[in-house]
Nanobody, 118 residues
Framework: QVQLVESGGGLVQAGGSLRLSCAAS????????MGWFRQAPGKEREFVAA????????YYADSVKGRFTISRDNAKNTVYLQMNSLKPEDTAVYYC???????????WGQGTQVTVSS
């Protein structure tokens, strides 16, 4: 059974930083792409960042490019999202996901709340 557990969310002031982690279990972590998504109140879930199996390729939404960095540690079965220069509009529940390809995800975590105050 595949499980994804996010952590690292919280309350931060605008301009601050947070690092989210997502620990995966239940299948061979390094065989799957990983992604981060977010959903703000009253809005649809949106793509934030993704990373391929080896970690050699990363992809970002335009809204976070240059501020967020996705990375993975296949030895620890964990994917990270380093978020710098946070803005109030980054406030959302952040979810990690796993799948065979960057564009196809089959398992999702329960989410972690990120709140950025102005």
């Amino acid at each position: 059974q595949v499980q994804l557990v996010e952590s690292g969310g919280g309350l931060v002031q605008a301009g601050g930083s947070l690092r989210l982690s997502c620990a995966a279990s239940g299948r061979t972590f390094s065989n799957y792409a990983m992604g981060w998504f977010r959903q703000a109140p009253g809005k649809e879930r949106e793509f934030v960042a993704a990373i391929n199996r080896s970690g050699g390729s990363t992809y970002y939404a335009d809204s976070v490019k240059g501020r967020f960095t996705i990375s993975r540690d296949n030895a620890k079965n964990t994917v990270y999202l380093q978020m710098n220069s946070l803005k109030p509009e980054d406030t959302a529940v952040y979810y990690c996901a796993t799948g065979l390809r960057i564009s196809v995800y089959d398992y999702w975590g329960q989410g972690t709340q990120v709140t950025v105050s102005s």
